[in-house]
């Protein structure tokens, strides 16, 4: 089997050319711009997502607890900053 080789392959590699100018997708003009059944159609999709993503945040007891961290801190910064505030007024 030493004796048996593996034939070469010469190959070149050939860059295809655009066969002319390419228009624009069926949703935006020729200059480029969207049309407006497009644009409503990427919002109203983002606000489906983000809807569902509060969604499913709300189901899930992890983002609960991170939730009530973040309101719990939340609240302890804005007390601190009323003890800092009738400090400074000298009503403390």
Not at 7 to 28: L, S
Not at 37 to 45: A, K, L, N, S
Not at 54 to 79: H, N, S
Request: no cysteine.
């Amino acid at each position: 089997m030493s004796g048996d080789r593996e034939p070469v392959i010469d190959a070149e590699i050939v860059e295809d050319e655009p066969a002319g100018p390419v228009a624009p997708p069926a949703d935006y003009s020729e200059d480029g711009v969207p049309s407006f059944e497009h644009v409503r159609d990427r919002i109203e999709g983002r606000v489906a997502t983000s809807l569902g993503a509060g969604e499913l945040a709300d189901a899930i007891p992890e983002a609960k607890a991170v939730e009530d961290q973040f309101e719990a801190r939340r609240q302890a910064g804005l007390d601190k900053l009323e003890e800092i505030r009738r400090s400074m007024r000298g009503d403390a």
